[in-house]
């Protein structure tokens, strides 16, 4: 399974921000449930305004119960 390039795209942009500083952890309201959400986010400035650009959320509980790892492919 390769990763798409938009992926490695946010990836660099979200690992330029942690170098420079420029992340932030918020609390968001999930948009479908409601439930509170901690979201991952950069932040960038349009003039004197802050821009928060979310690229995912925390997981809840143990993330190792959350995920799968990927299957090896037969190539």
């Known amino acids: ?8 795209a946010n990836f660099q942009t979200l690992l330029r ?5 420029d992340l932030a952890l918020m609390e968001c309201a999930d948009a ?12 960038g400035r349009e003039g004197s305004d802050f821009l928060f650009t979310p690229f995912g959320h925390l997981a809840d ?9 990927p299957l ?4």
Request: proline letters at 8%; glycine letters at 8%; charged letters at 20%.
């Open 1 to 8: 399974m390769s990763i798409p390039d938009h992926a490695q």
């Open 17 to 21: 921000a942690a170098e420079n500083g």
């Open 32 to 43: 479908l449930t409601g439930e509170t959400r901690y979201v991952i986010c950069a932040v």
């Open 61 to 69: 509980g143990n993330p190792y119960e959350a995920y799968d790892p």
């Open 72 to 75: 090896e492919s037969s190539s």
